[in-house]
Nanobody
């Protein structure tokens, strides 16, 4: 079992920045792929960004490319999402996810929620225009 806890959400003005954190506990002896998704009211949960277990590869949704950056600190069992140039349409609940048992992340599977085995409870990000 892996428990994931997100933090760092809040209210920010358009054009501002936030850094989300996701800390893992439980089965933390190994390294695994991590992803961020978001869900706005009445909409599906959408892929935002992901990073492979080694940290060598990162993936981003087109809507956030160039504005968001995902990184990991394995010594702290934490993955980060630095969000810059925020827009009103970035408003959503942001979830982190861990891919522990499945195949390695690739550009073909990174977008699907089924690729990931564990999920956090989410943190709200609200961008005011």
């Amino acid at each position: 079992q892996v428990q994931l806890v997100e933090s760092g959400g809040g209210l920010v003005q358009s054009g501002g920045s936030l850094r989300l954190s996701c800390t893992a506990s439980g089965r933390t002896g190994g390294r695994y792929s991590m992803g961020w998704f978001r869900q706005a009211p009445g909409k599906e949960r959408d892929f935002v960004a992901a990073i492979t277990w080694s940290g060598d590869n990162t993936y981003y949704a087109d809507s956030v490319k160039g504005r968001f950056a995902i990184s990991r600190d394995d010594a702290k069992n934490t993955v980060y999402l630095l969000m810059s140039s925020l827009k009103a349409e970035d408003t959503a609940v942001y979830f982190c996810a861990a891919g522990v048992y499945g195949p390695a992340l690739t550009g073909n599977n990174v977008h699907y929620t089924r690729t990931y085995d564990y999920w956090g409870q989410g943190t709200q990000v609200t961008v005011s225009s």
